[in-house]
């Protein structure tokens, strides 16, 4: 299993449980001081079976063949947070189509690069549709003949 953006750790933890802690789940974060709080928070809970890396999923050396499962929670815009979006917040299109054009390129990439992949996650915490519905669509675009 893979956890492609892993911090702070709360879906690893989860993935761990789901597991019975047992097997192979890859934790992989970018960010150094997410990675070390993801770190913490894995001791804390026990996890055991998590190998974690501080790396970019997108160039990361993984034994792609032998990953089954890939959880992609990719950065997004926070717009679903609890006090983040504000009413009269103004929607930076730009951002939007930056962070949904990567999470497009992230999702291609495990769709590509697994190749026994049976099962992809993708969520994030927005409440945006260039981010979810529109990625989601691309995706089914591209990849509907053959996953």
Same mark, same amino acid.
């Given at each position: 299993?893979?956890?492609?953006?892993?911090?702070?750790?709360?879906?690893?933890?989860?993935?761990?449980?789901?597991?019975?802690?047992?097997?192979?789940?890859?934790?992989?974060?970018?960010?150094?001081?997410?990675?070390?709080?993801?770190?913490?928070?894995?001791?804390?809970?026990?996890?055991?079976?998590?190998?974690?890396?501080?790396?970019?999923?997108?160039?990361?050396? @993984?034994?792609?063949?032998? &990953?089954?499962? $890939? /959880?992609?929670?990719? +950065?997004?815009?926070?717009?679903?947070?609890?006090?983040?979006?504000?009413?009269?917040?103004?929607?930076?299109?730009?951002?939007?189509?930056?962070?949904?054009? @990567?999470?497009?390129?992230? &999702?291609?990439? $495990? /769709?590509?690069?697994? +190749?026994?992949?049976?099962?992809?996650?993708?969520?994030?915490?927005?409440?945006?549709?260039?981010?979810?519905?529109?990625?989601?669509?691309?995706?089914?675009?591209?990849?509907?003949?053959?996953?």
């Amino acid at each position: 299993v893979l956890d492609a953006c892993a911090a702070p750790g709360n879906k690893t933890i989860c993935l761990a449980n789901y597991l019975k802690n047992k097997g192979v789940l890859y934790a992989i974060e970018l960010n150094r001081r997410r990675f070390k709080e993801l770190n913490a928070n894995l001791k804390s809970a026990g996890v055991k079976c998590a190998h974690t890396l501080n790396d970019d999923f997108l160039t990361v050396t @993984l034994p792609f063949d032998e &990953i089954d499962y $890939v /959880l992609l929670d990719p +950065s997004c815009s926070g717009s679903g947070i609890r006090n983040r979006a504000d009413d009269t917040e103004v929607i930076d299109e730009e951002r939007l189509e930056r962070l949904s054009a @990567l999470q497009t390129r992230m &999702i291609t990439h $495990v /769709l590509t690069k697994f +190749s026994k992949v049976k099962r992809v996650t993708y969520s994030t915490c927005s409440i945006y549709s260039q981010e979810n519905e529109q990625v989601v669509e691309t995706i089914l675009d591209q990849f509907s003949d053959t996953f």
